[in-house]
């Protein structure tokens, strides 16, 4: 995607003493004159930053201003062991509130509305993300965190909540216990916005129809800010990215290549704008595309499609690369399966084995046909067959927080 010349002006005002303010630039930088970097192919020769760099940089060494001027840290967890730790300025959390406010606007959220937020607060970016924008904004937030599903349909009926701020996992699972207690009527629930996660078009459906809201997909990752830095509109399901505040490029995950706009590769993003930590050329691992063109809604800011998956969750079974969005779009494709599934993957006899469970309202022989029909669409479209078998609805694992699909055993 081209660089705006008011991003190039961003990013060399935001390399101006880089170095000096920081010792992480200085040593990722070694040997570069940032002042060299002119244009947008000079700052294409920039090496990434990754996720492993920050973590080095533990507990403050990501810092890029004195430390009174930091008046705020978040982390992202990592599941292996050492977390990375964010600071945040003033004006970074100010910046953050501005882009969370514009994404409610972008969802039609107005100061009439009641938000009720069930991501968690703390260390982790979410809870708060969603409240900074909801009160910048000046609708009503409802800080309730995760968990205790009595008390949130309470909450939820009691106060009148419009706006379902969540994972999808749980949003699924209050959707099905709002079904199940039989009082959507009495709830005043409009919209859905979504966050963190990567959902199948089929969960969406359900948590759609069973809700009967509009639902929204909002994007951003701890490291720059946290949710946020995107949503779609009305218009259609792809994100527009405020870039105002981050760059975007997609980039082949094996090569680190940049891919032309339209294909498919790994999200990089640099903030334009942060000053605690700002991260150049981060990459995400997170899989999409930049969407080409303008989106019919009039709004200037690209747009990025919902993300199909992470480049280190890929898996090889019997020698094919397999993404969990290509197994999610299989499923939907199966006429019969619901959006609720498991893979296990196992090693028994020398070969590799795929068990996929759905599930579905379907018992006996019309189950059995179910499960035929899914092995031959894995068979067509990844040229692998699996086992798939269909449990009954509610069987497998809700979760508050992101729902593990994929269970590797082989190692
Ligand atoms: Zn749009």
Not at 31 to 57: C, M, N, V, Y
Not at 126 to 147: D, T
Request: with cysteine.
């Amino acid at each position: 995607m081209e660089m705006t010349p008011e991003q190039l002006a961003a990013i060399k005002k935001q390399f101006v003493n880089l170095k000096e303010r920081s010792p992480f630039y200085a040593k990722k930088f070694e040997g570069i004159d940032l002042s060299d970097i002119q244009t947008q192919a000079d700052f294409e020769k920039l090496p990434f930053s990754e996720k492993a760099d920050l973590r080095d940089a533990y507990p403050l060494g990501l810092a890029a201003v004195p430390p009174e001027k930091i008046v705020r840290i978040h982390s992202s967890s990592g599941t292996t062991g050492t977390p990375v730790i964010i600071p945040y300025t003033q004006k970074d959390v100010d910046d953050w509130a501005t882009m969370f406010a514009r994404c409610y606007e972008y969802a039609g959220v107005t100061p009439e509305d009641r938000v009720h937020i069930t991501p968690g607060y703390g260390l982790w970016t979410a809870g708060i993300g969603f409240q900074l924008g909801c009160e910048k904004l000046g609708a009503m937030a409802i800080p309730m965190g995760p968990g205790n599903t009595d008390k949130q349909l309470k909450m939820m009926e009691d106060l009148q909540s419009t706006v379902l701020c969540g994972t999808s996992s749980y949003a699924l699972l209050l959707a099905e216990e709002i079904e199940k207690r039989g009082i959507r009527d009495k709830l005043a629930l409009k919209k859905g916005i979504i966050g963190s996660e990567r959902w199948g078009e089929k969960m969406r459906k359900r948590i759609g129809e069973e809700l009967g809201i509009e639902l929204y997909d909002i994007y951003g990752l701890t490291e720059i800010y946290g949710p946020g830095i995107g949503i779609n509109c009305k218009a259609d399901s792809a994100m527009h990215i405020w870039n105002d505040f981050v760059y975007v490029e997609v980039i082949d995950p094996e090569t680190g290549e940049l891919v032309p706009d339209g294909e498919s590769g790994e999200i990089v993003l640099t903030t334009l704008q942060k000053e605690g930590a700002p991260l150049i050329r981060f990459r995400t691992h997170d899989l999409s595309r930049i969407v080409p063109g303008e989106c019919s809604c009039g709004s200037k800011h690209p747009r990025i499609d919902i993300i199909t998956g992470r480049t280190d969750d890929m898996v090889k079974v019997k020698g094919v690369n397999m993404f969990p969005a290509q197994v999610e779009e299989i499923i939907a494709f199966t006429d019969g399966a619901s959006s609720e599934y498991q893979v296990m993957i196992d090693h028994l006899d020398g070969k590799d084995i795929m068990t996929v469970f759905f599930e579905t309202e379907a018992t006996g022989e019309e189950c059995t046909r179910i499960e035929e029909n899914m092995r031959l669409l894995f068979k067509g479209k990844l040229g692998m067959s699996p086992n798939p078998k269909g449990v009954p609805i509610g069987y497998l694992p809700r979760s508050e927080k992101k729902t593990k699909r994929i269970f590797d055993n082989r190692y």
